[in-house]
């Protein structure tokens, strides 16, 4: 038995605190903490829309799919560096993609130690739906933020990633 009875502690005979009490420290203002628990429920809610779909469940595979398809030939090590990911992370959803059949790589032309991304027909099929799934999410998700809101943190996040990225 753990000590609780109908929402009471049995061991200091107190209610249970409730999610709407808690006091969250630290963390009230950090940001980070914030943008951890945005991700966690914008990707629940994403992979809800992407059931049964090769990208659903699992970071970088979106933007893996869709920046084969927009830049044939790009290699493993560039999409590594935008989504965040070590070599052998990108090794494995490079592999999981091929086994799907999303992609193929090949060995580059220019270097022979360098691999080069492709698109298969499947992936492309799929970047397509992607491509109308995705910008919808994020609309309806955010629904609750003006558009000017959204313009102002977009800019933000934007700016924040590219620096992050090394891109900027």
């Known amino acids: 038995m753990n000590g609780w009875k109908d929402g009471v502690d049995q061991a200091t005979s ?20 914030y943008i951890r628990a945005i991700d966690i429920a914008v990707s629940r809610d994403l992979d809800e829309r992407l059931e049964g779909l090769e990208v659903a469940k699992g970071k970088g595979k979106i933007t893996t799919l869709l ?21 052998s992370a990108t090794g494995r959803l ?24 492709y698109i298969t027909e499947k992936g492309a099929a799929l970047a397509a739906k992607v491509r109308t799934i995705v910008p919808k999410q994020s609309k309806d998700f955010f629904d609750f933020i003006s558009p000017e809101e959204q313009v102002q943190l977009m800019a933000i996040l934007k700016r924040a990633y ?3 990225a090394g891109l900027s």
């Open 162 to 164: 590219r620096r992050i």
């Open 67 to 87: 920046l084969v398809d927009s830049h044939p030939g790009i290699r493993p090590s560039v999409i590594a560096r935008l989504i965040f990911r070590d070599r």
């Open 94 to 117: 490079m592999e999981q993609m091929e086994q799907h059949g999303l992609l193929t790589r090949r060995v580059s032309s220019n270097d022979n130690r360098a691999q080069e991304l």
């Open 14 to 33: 107190r209610p249970a605190t409730s999610v709407s009490e808690v006091d969250l420290d630290i963390l009230e203002d950090t940001l980070s903490f």
